[in-house]
Structure formats: structure tokens, C-alpha cells
């Protein structure tokens, strides 16, 4: 089933080239399951049996089933739906004499080199004007769907040290020429001009160009995830960190929903599943993880459902999340980079992840609980730790424990070229991930934290 199951993950990943893209199609695949959609701004009204999501920003959502009204606390699983690339700025285009450019900035750690030379799209949300008088606006998802732009490389003639190494300066080498036609500047931000860049983001969406307000745009490498090697082992992507952990968590969140609901007693714990955005720019934004998003949820299901403050707190000391975001396998030309001991490989299973400094919420606690669960469902697993000259990186589940501080372990998958804009990973690994979630959803009372 891997090799399947892998296909539709990168089918999934191929049309969510935004965080938005996320949003609306994790929305698709609870809709279809019988989740019911809230809105913050309005009053709610939940019951025992229920199956529920909230967005926020069209970019984070967090779904949650209600066991019942005497739950004993949450199983929550987070990752998050942005990815590195470039931004487009206001007033996108540049004119020269020669071409039209796009002026956008770095959205995120972005791996600046595989950028180069591939083709681009643009993708993300219009705010456009709705109704002729102006009174309100409405948000418009849109995908160009058509290669429209390149950042070219130059030539080596020209640069005979590109191969010892360059300094890329983002503002000068980094801008995507998407014509060459003598088209209007971003001071008039190209209003009318049916050359340019928000005249094909209009069209689209179906919208006039005059009546786009805002906007949040992003730019996308085309090509799609592909699954290769000669064992067909590898999948190959954009975006792998962390849509990889989004879609095979929600199937396993989505697969123990079903399971509870043929069980004669429902089970004891409120499952949840959190999608936040912007935690490749540090998650401090309303709908990062550094938000009240969450922590204002698990407060609204407590008092929605007539619980008292003592049972909210309880039901915090009960509770367990894991923090799902993919760690680094070892790199076949640079071993010297892991850890001599610990070495994470693709395709032997989930990675879980440790840090001396705690940018990993992993401890010996969470760590038993987590390894409790795939020794119990034969379900391989891995351990990754930075090595000790290399301060690694950092994820969600520290900053989201800031605000929801119960016990809390790091896991991901093995990948290659993390913040690429062609990411690998292992086929295998994303049914072992699919099945934890399940597991850690369906887990029995018996190795419940308290």
C-alpha cells in the first residue's frame, strides 16, 4: 500500500501550493467525513457525538470529535501548512527595457539555489470588493496553474566562480522575469494592463482586476511530486516540510474518527488535529502556534459543554500532544552533519526528535509514551538528535506549549534537502505515520499520561 498511499499524499501536496490551499482542501476531506464548520465570530452549540473544525486566517484550522461531555482530556496532533519560497510584495512588477520582473522576498529559511531555473506559478488568496458599492469585501482563493515565471541563473561566462560558491543578494538575483513586454510599473500597479501579473490573477478568479484590494500571493515551483528510485523507495516534492505530515496525520485522524464511531463506549479523549500556519517565520501570528488559537478552543469545548474551570484543568494535566514537523535524514555526502550515534534514515519510520535546548519538546516522559505507542501497534520508529556542534533547527510544538503547556513529544519523517524547493523522502515512512496518528488517536486509557 505504500507506494499508493505515498501518490496520494504527493497529489494532495500538488494541489496545496499555499497554506490556503492547505486550509481549503483539509476543509474538502472533513466535509466529506460529516465534520460540521465553525466560526469563531459566532456562538456555538456542541454535542456529545459531535465532529467539528475552526479556521482562522483561511490558513490554520483545527478539527476535534467530542467523546463526551465528561471527556477526560485532549489527544491533539499539530503541523503546519507553510513552506518556504518567495513572496510577492505590493505593486509587484518591475519594468526595464528588457524585461518585466516580479519584486518578492523571502517568505521563511528558503534554500536559495534549486530555485533557479525551474518553472513558476503563483498562487494564495485576492480580497476583492463585493458589491458596486463597496460595502464589503470577500476573500478568492486562486491558482494561476500555469508556469508564468523563471529566475535565471547567470551564465558561467559571466560568473566563472559560480561553482566556488556565491553570495546571493535576493533583491538583485532573485527576482522571476515573467515577460518581456514593455508593460506598466508597480506605480500604477498595472491597473487595466491585460499583461500583467494581477490582470492574469483576475482572470482566474474570476474577478476584475479593478475590484482586487489585497492580496497574499506566493510563488510556486510546477512540477509535480513524483515518485522515483529504483525500488521506487523516494517521493519527491515541493513541500514536503510539513504538508507531509498535514495529510498523513488528518487520514490517521480521519481513520480513528471512523473506528470510534463503531465502538459501543466512546472513548475517553477529545482527538484533535491542528494545522497552524507561519511557522516558518517563527509562528507569531494570530494563526500560528504562537497564538490563542488553540488555547482558546479547548477553553470553549470545556464551557460550551457546561464544564466546570476545575474540569478544564484537569483535563489539561490529562492531556497529550505531538508535535508532527519533519527531521533531517542523514545526507549521503555529508555524514559529518549528524550526530554519530543517532542517524535518522528514510524509509525505517518515524523520527523522534530531540534537543538539549529544548527547540524540541521530546523528554524521557514523552519519549516512553510515544514508544509506548508504535511498540504496541509494530509501527518503526527512529531517534534523531542535532549534533552537538550544529544548533539545529526549531519547530511548533515548544512555541504552542508557551501557550498549552501539557506533556508534548517532536516527531517527523526522514527527508533530504529540507526547505529545497524539491524536497525527498521515503515512501514507507508515510503509512508509518499515517498508522501512528491512528494509533495515537485510538489509544486505550490504560497509557494515558496523568
Given at each position: 500500500m505504500s507506494k499508493e498511499y505515498a501518490k496520494k499524499v504527493l497529489e494532495l501536496i500538488d494541489k496545496s501550493p499555499t497554506a490556503f490551499h492547505v486550509v481549503e482542501n483539509a476543509k474538502d476531506i472533513l466535509d466529506s467525513q460529516g465534520f460540521t464548520g465553525l466560526k469563531e465570530s459566532e456562538t456555538w452549540s456542541l454535542t456529545a457525538g459531535g465532529k467539528y473544525y475552526v479556521t482562522r486566517n483561511d490558513s490554520a484550522i483545527i478539527a476535534f470529535t467530542i467523546p463526551k461531555p465528561d471527556y477526560m482530556g485532549f489527544r491533539i496532533m499539530a503541523s503546519h501548512s507553510d513552506s518556504p519560497c518567495p513572496k510577492l510584495k505590493e505593486n509587484p512588477e518591475i519594468k526595464s527595457k528588457e524585461y518585466v520582473r516580479l519584486n518578492v522576498e523571502k517568505y521563511g529559511g528558503m534554500l536559495l539555489a534549486p530555485w533557479f531555473d525551474r518553472p513558476l506559478s503563483v498562487a494564495g488568496r485576492i480580497i476583492v470588493n463585493d458589491g458596486s458599492d463597496g460595502s464589503g469585501i470577500r476573500t478568492v482563493l486562486v491558482n494561476l496553474e500555469k508556469d508564468v515565471a523563471v529566475i535565471p541563473s547567470l551564465a558561467i561566462h559571466f560568473n566563472r566562480e559560480a561553482n566556488s560558491g556565491y553570495s546571493y543578494s535576493f533583491q538583485k538575483d532573485m527576482l522571476p522575469i515573467v515577460s518581456s513586454s514593455n508593460v506598466s510599473n508597480g506605480s500604477d500597479k498595472g491597473k487595466g494592463d491585460k499583461n500583467s501579473i494581477m490582470s492574469l490573477v483576475a482572470e482566474k478568479a474570476g474577478v476584475k482586476e479593478a475590484d482586487i484590494i489585497g492580496n497574499d500571493l506566493f510563488m510556486y515551483i510546477s512540477e509535480k511530486g513524483t515518485i522515483w528510485g529504483m525500488d521506487d523507495e523516494f517521493a519527491g516534492s515541493s513541500r514536503l516540510d510539513d504538508q507531509e505530515c498535514v495529510w498523513c496525520t488528518l487520514d490517521g485522524f480521519i481513520e480513528a474518527v471512523k473506528a470510534e464511531e463503531e465502538y459501543i463506549n466512546r472513548p475517553d479523549f477529545v482527538n484533535m488535529l491542528c494545522v497552524f500556519d507561519n511557522e516558518e517565520v517563527g509562528s507569531r501570528t494570530k494563526q500560528g502556534a504562537d497564538s490563542n488559537f488553540l488555547k482558546?478552543?479547548?477553553?470553549?469545548?470545556?464551557?460550551?459543554?457546561?464544564?466546570?474551570?476545575?474540569?478544564?484543568?484537569?483535563?489539561?494535566?490529562?492531556?497529550?500532544?505531538?508535535?508532527?514537523?519533519?527531521?533531517?535524514?542523514?545526507?549521503?555526502?555529508?555524514?559529518?552533519?549528524?550526530?554519530?550515534?543517532?542517524?535518522?534514515?528514510?524509509?525505517?519510520g518515524i523520527v523522534i526528535k530531540y534537543s538539549a535546548r529544548q527547540s524540541y519538546t521530546t523528554d524521557g516522559v514523552s519519549a516512553a509514551f510515544v514508544k509506548s505507542i508504535c511498540e504496541k501497534s509494530d509501527i518503526p520508529y527512529q531517534t534523531f538528535v542535532n549534533h552537538s556542534d550544529e544548533p539545529g533547527?526549531?519547530?511548533?510544538?515548544?512555541?504552542?506549549?508557551?501557550?498549552?503547556?501539557?506533556n508534548t513529544a517532536d516527531i517527523g519523517l526522514a527527508q533530504l534537502a529540507m526547505h529545497s524547493s524539491y524536497e525527498v523522502a521515503g515512501v514507507e515512512d508515510m503509512d508509518s505515520l499515517r498508522e501512528f496518528a491512528k494509533a495515537f488517536y485510538l489509544l486505550d486509557r490504560g497509557l494515558a499520561l496523568c
Open positions: 482558546n478552543l479547548i477553553a470553549r469545548i470545556n464551557d460550551n459543554l457546561g464544564r466546570s474551570r476545575e474540569a478544564y484543568y484537569t483535563a489539561y494535566a490529562n492531556s497529550f500532544m505531538i508535535s508532527a514537523d519533519n527531521a533531517h535524514a542523514i545526507h549521503p555526502a555529508h555524514t559529518d552533519k549528524n550526530d554519530p550515534v543517532q542517524v535518522p534514515k528514510m524509509n525505517e533547527g526549531s519547530t511548533l510544538g515548544n512555541i504552542s506549549n508557551s501557550h498549552v503547556s501539557i
